[in-house]
């Protein structure tokens, strides 16, 4: 893999992420590349992702004092600075080295709340360890062995994580075409089997420590990742293991946000994995609406996939989302320059939130509404 971490300034980083992402095509071998910038089937749902968001103008009111703004969000008791969090993705050591380290401490450095992949490239104890002070939660790939499902919850509560992501559109990997012809899996290749080397219920199983070396252990945590049996009768036996506050990522549909308030859940959040999961299913933005409508602000409703500069998160937010998740930017800042690139990312989000706020005439993230965004004719 090329690395250019260390030679590339924040002068030299651009301001989109489109450029960004032409340099990640640069930085990194081709099959990490296409992991991360690829989708499922035809991809006709990442392109929905964000073209969702030009369907919709932000209509902007004047004259009203914006010269001192709150970007900042509330979510389950926590505030952070900008109405966004990083969406939990794993493996990110085939981008950089120093993969979750790098983030982790890029999210410490500008306050911004840190989802910790089940298949992280490191052990979710040393992701929190470079995490400071900054919210962190993680996700769970519910296992289809429970003991290692509930083992990771016992493990992030012990590390300071204060909420579960439980991710349920994952019952099984989806079909992304140009991963498959490009022969990569860095699941295959024990890039995302940190979490269940160093747990100790997996360790338990072998004579000796488990090694990301050893095929017949990598085929093992392969076969354990996703659990196609999962049923909402499952997150009983959750709740009885951690007093946490769950939130389940992948609702698209009215009825599933119905179930999720039904079950208990603490939040829920939108979102079709960046179009990596089910081709040709609603883009997150269109289903939002009518979610939002169902919660009623019962639970917070948070948004992911699509979400790629400071506008798409102000109309998320009118469209009632209370907060939104940031996935591929920030993972080509990492692989363009490590750490100094997630920072680059979050700064320029931050940044580009509040003058959308400001010149959309709120002075308040918490004030924006539906009244200040039209659909296109
Ligand atoms: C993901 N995503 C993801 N989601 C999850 O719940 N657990 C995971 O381990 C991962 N891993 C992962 C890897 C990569 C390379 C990508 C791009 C995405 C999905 C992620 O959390 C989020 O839903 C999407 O990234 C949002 O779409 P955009 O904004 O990246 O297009």
Redesign the pocket.
Known sequence: MICMTSSISHVELPHSISLLEQMASKSIEKGPFT???S?AGNEST?RA??AAFEDWYIVPQYLNDVSFRDTSATLLGTTFPSSFAL??????SI?HPEGELASARAAAACGVPF?A????SYPLEDIAANLGNTPRWY?L?WSNDEEMAISMVRRAEKAGYSAI?I?I??SLLGNRERDLNNRYSPLKLGK?AANYLHDPVFQGRFASPPSADDPEVIKNIVDIIFNPSLTWENLKTIKEHTKLPILL??ILHEEDARKALHHGVDGI?V??????QLDGCIS?LEALPSIAEIVQGKIPVLL?????RGSDVVKAKALGADVV?????F?YGLAVAGEQGVEHVLRNMINDIDVTLALSGFASMKEVNSSLIRRKK
């Open positions: 992991y991360v910038h989708g990442l992702n964000e969406a939990p993705i794993g493996v990110q981008f989802i992949s089940t298949l992280s996700q790939y992501v991710t559109d994952t995302g990522k992948g959040i979102s079709n994995h960046g179009g990596r997150s992911d996939s699509g979400i790629r998740l940031l996935g591929r930017p993972i």
